[in-house]
């Protein structure tokens, strides 16, 4: 067998994962647009589908840290932290005109989350999968201990300290969602698309899902919805966990065996720009959506979605279209200069 052999075998995983975000991107962009744009109450069936997106950005961005054969290289991870951290208080600053750090929004636990991860890689299996399982588990003792901030009475003194936002009341506090990426870290140390370990994807995420949808049916968690925006995850129980940490396995499953079957291009293409989209998506609904379609009924709202979702695919293929004709004319240009 040749040394290049395994590319098409590792395009095709790496495709499988670029369509899963891609879906992932998709159902953000309901979760995101109904909180300022739809009347409530939401339906319980776009709740559930809003409430996709976060856990699959947030494994898999663990699972890319690991999932090669040598851990990424700390440099590179702290210099993707850093972009991350610089874009989430330049959104803060400029769509929303708050102060860095006071939401702890997603992309600010991306950041914190990376170079963690990465350092997680290199302990051994057992100590990464103890570190993860530990944060996870220590969340509903965390919340018994203080407080879920959106739930307490008059939401404890908003806004709340610094640390607290850090660690529990954020919109994706260190507890869970830091543990839910170390958790995507150790899928992506046992290869979950690896011939050998692809079978216990769909008997795991399956046995997650039931237990957690059986725990959710006997004692169902107190839910809430925060500035309009009604995500299953506020707070992130045990029971939403299980089931979201089993659903993300069960779709990798699925859109492994869909991308030997089909060409899932068109979501791919929104899986490769995941953060220009999320930027884009952000600064949409912050200077015209929330202005001007504030309240919308269920089929406005639907068509809004469906013209903001092929509006932002559109940007997303002009721009990995044209990107390498540009960077070949910015090559070309250089040469001459200098000669």
């Known amino acids: ?3 290049g ?21 998709v159902t953000m962009f309901a979760a995101n647009l109904a909180g300022p744009c739809l009347r409530p109450p939401h339906p319980m069936w776009l709740r559930v589908y809003g409430s996709f997106a976060a856990p699959t950005f947030v ?11 040598k851990p990424a290289p700390l440099n590179r991870l702290l210099k993707r932290s850093a972009l991350l951290l610089l874009l989430a208080a330049g959104i803060d600053l400029l769509c929303w005109g708050i102060d860095p750090f006071e939401t702890f929004d997603v992309l600010y636990l991306l ?10 890689s290199r302990l051994p299996l057992r100590a990464h999968l103890l570190i993860a399982t530990g944060i996870v588990l220590l969340t509903p003792w965390l919340h018994r201990a203080v407080g879920y901030g959106p739930l307490l009475p008059d939401r404890l003194a908003y806004p709340w300290p610094a640390w607290r936002r850090l660690l529990v009341d954020g919109w994706f506090p260190v507890f869970p969602w830091l543990g839910l990426a170390l958790l995507g870290g ?16 769909v008997p795991l995420g399956g046995a997650l899902v039931t237990v957690g949808a059986l725990a959710w049916w006997w004692a169902p968690p107190a839910l809430v919805t925060r500035d309009g925006y009604s995500e ?32 899932l291009s068109w979501l791919v293409v929104l899986g490769r720009s995941s ?14 959506l929330d202005e001007w379609f504030e309240g919308q009924t269920l089929p406005a709202f639907l068509a809004l979605y469906g013209v903001m979702a092929l509006s932002l695919w559109s940007v997303a293929w002009l721009t990995q279209r044209y990107r390498r004709p540009a960077k070949a ?3 070309r240009l250089w040469s001459a200069v200098r000669a």
Not at 111 to 119: D, E, F, Q, T, V
Not at 275 to 288: D, G, N, S, W
């Open 59 to 69: 494994l898999l961005a663990g699972m890319m840290t690991s999932l090669s054969s």
């Open 186 to 201: 150790v899928v992506g140390r046992l290869e979950p698309l690896a011939d050998a370990r692809r079978p216990w994807l």
């Open 5 to 25: 052999s395994d590319k098409p075998k590792t395009r095709q995983r790496l495709h499988a994962i670029d369509a899963l975000r891609g879906a992932a991107i």
């Open 1 to 3: 067998m040749s040394p």
């Open 232 to 263: 299953l995850f506020y707070p992130p129980s045990p029971q939403y966990l299980a089931v979201a940490f089993g659903a993300v396995l069960l779709m990798l499953a699925l859109f492994d065996k869909l991308e030997r079957r089909f060409s």
């Open 275 to 288: 953060l220009l989209l999320y930027v884009a998506h952000v600064a949409l609904i912050a200077f015209v």
């Open 329 to 331: 004319l910015r090559e």
């Open 111 to 120: 950041g914190l989350a990376l170079p963690i991860a990465g350092l997680c």
